[in-house]
């Protein structure tokens, strides 16, 4: 399917809501834990630096050289809304479209996604 970043989010919320589930813990996690690509790169490139900064500084190298983030998803994945007291679906819903966009920019993560879909529906 042909999706824009808006009719992606969409769907992405429709899952949520299907599933109960939070998105970013079934799938986007996954693209989460390099500074060179993926998710963090991406929130680079769009100006959450001050995130960054606290997501680099929650991760500790273990014994076998593999690194450990201790970072809250919320904080990860919902920098307009990881700070707010009370709910907000539109500020929560600019997140989900920074999720979206996110993902069409690569085939890759599509591809992942459609094959997810299957899986969990």
């Not at 390099?34 to 630096?49: H, P």
């Not at 907000?88 to 996110?102: G, I, N, Q, S």
Request: glycine residues 4%.
């Amino acid at each position: 399917m042909e999706y824009t970043i808006e009719t992606l989010a969409h769907r992405i919320r429709e899952w949520e809501m299907d599933a109960g589930e939070s998105f970013t813990d079934y799938f986007l996690d996954a693209y989460s834990y390099d500074f060179e690509d993926g998710w963090l790169l991406f929130l680079a490139n769009k100006g959450y630096v001050e995130l960054l900064q606290e997501i680099k500084d929650d991760r500790y190298e273990l014994s076998d050289g593999s690194l450990l983030s201790c970072t809250d998803q919320q904080l990860k994945f919902e920098p307009n809304t990881s700070l707010m007291e009370k709910w907000d679906e539109d500020l929560y819903f600019k997140d989900v479209l920074l999720w979206a966009e996110f993902m069409l920019e690569s085939k890759d993560i599509m591809q992942d996604f459609e094959d997810f879909l299957e899986v969990t529906e």
